[in-house]
């Protein structure tokens, strides 16, 4: 089956950078959009960022815009999320996810969990003041 496997969370300063990995298997990511959400506790999970099945398209959440940049290593199968200027607010488990549906692209008003159906575990993201 579909296995997502995030990692590269970590512990960072306040203004510092991180990059997520995203490694899938059991699929291939150029079928399917892959998307970056976030959760806090006690919140609901909220879209990051978002890739096309073909790498194009990207949608950022406008939190994050501008400072966040998702990515397609077609050749390892894995998508990235490159973070910069981390800021406490971005604190949360970072989680992969891969659209139920392959080749449709969500962004805007579409880009919602439920339109994902397969999750990596987490990774935690702490980013301190």
């Known amino acids: 089956q579909v296995q997502l496997v995030e990692s590269g969370g970590h512990s960072v300063q306040a203004g510092g950078s991180l990059r997520l990995s995203c490694s899938a298997s059991?699929?291939?990511?150029?079928?399917?959009?892959i998307a970056w959400f976030r959760q806090v506790p006690g919140k609901e999970r909220e879209g990051v960022a978002s890739?096309?099945?073909?790498?194009?398209?990207?949608y950022y959440a406008d939190s994050v815009k501008g400072r966040f940049t998702v990515s397609r290593d077609r050749a390892n199968n894995t998508v990235y999320l490159q973070m910069n200027s981390l800021k406490p607010e971005d604190t949360a488990i970072y989680y992969c996810?891969?659209?139920?549906?392959?080749?449709?692209?969500?962004?805007?008003?579409?880009?919602?969990?439920?339109?994902?159906?397969?999750w990596g575990q987490g990774t935690q993201v702490t980013v301190s003041s």
């Open positions: 996810a891969a659209a139920r549906i392959p080749l449709k692209f969500y962004k805007d008003g579409e880009f919602r969990a439920v339109n994902f159906g397969d």
């Open positions: 059991g699929i291939t990511i150029s079928s399917r959009c």
């Open positions: 890739i096309s099945a073909g790498g194009i398209a990207t």
